[in-house]
């Protein structure tokens, strides 16, 4: 059975860091992982999709990238701003299915 | 282009009743995948229609039941509401072609009493 994990639960930075969240999974055999922002009591907004033959993406100061071989994919956020407070959560399909398996999220806290 | 449209986006219910939410795709979206979010486990996939047909299927009592419509529009029903099925409910729109993205509505925010 599929399992993600994402760590840290939460995280803490002042404003300007550069930062990295984590996301691993048990079985490397995945179609896409898509990263999510989700804001309190909202929905989940897409922030990037890597399919299954990539092996990053980039939209403006975001930065995913993926190693299927390890379990592992990370998002970078640059210069961070008291806007990217969120919690961020990434996602995975597998065996053709639409199915998204979830983690927990990363709550990230940018303070001014 | 307008995105996921949930309906409505709260609701209270009382222990014992039913309930029917609502989601409209994107359009030109023919997948529609439902989830439910608690704090305690995260989101659970519920189940996916494609073209009116289920797809797939969450580990969820037959109290939760869904369909789709002709023109993409989903419907999900929980009957025999209980307490822990307070929970935001989430939709999830793709082309349903295989590595495209997914795309969330904004919920629909339940609370059983």
């Known amino acids: 059975k599929q399992e993600v994990t994402q760590i840290p639960a939460a995280l803490s930075v002042p404003e300007g860091e550069n930062l990295v969240l984590n996301c691993s999974f048990t079985d490397s055999a995945i179609y896409n992982l898509q990263w999510f922002r989700q804001d309190p009591g909202k929905g989940l907004t897409s922030l990037l999709l890597i399919q299954s033959s990539q092996r990053e993406q980039t939209s403006g100061r975001l930065n995913a990238s993926l190693d299927k071989s390890s379990g592992r994919s990370t998002l970078y956020i640059a210069a961070s701003q008291p806007g990217d407070s969120a919690t961020y959560l990434c996602a995975l399909t597998q065996g053709g299915s639409e199915k998204l398996v979830f983690g927990k999220g990363t709550k990230l806290t940018v303070n001014p | 282009k307008a995105g996921v449209t949930q309906t409505p986006r709260y609701l209270i219910k009382t222990r014992g009743q039913q309930v029917t939410l609502s989601c409209s795709p994107i359009s030109g979206h023919r997948s529609v995948s439902w989830y439910q979010q608690t704090p305690g486990q995260g989101l659970q996939f519920l189940f996916e229609?494609?073209?009116?047909?289920?797809?797939n299927k969450g580990n969820f009592p037959g109290r939760f039941s869904g369909r789709q419509f002709s023109n993409s529009r989903s419907e999900m029903n929980v009957s025999t509401l209980e307490l822990g099925d307070s929970a935001l409910y989430l939709c999830?729109?793709?082309?349903?072609?295989?590595?495209?993205?997914?795309?969330f509505g904004q919920g629909t925010r339940l609370t059983v009493v």
């Open positions: 229609y494609f073209s009116e047909t289920q797809r």
């Open positions: 999830a729109s793709s082309l349903g072609v295989l590595n495209t993205e997914a795309f």
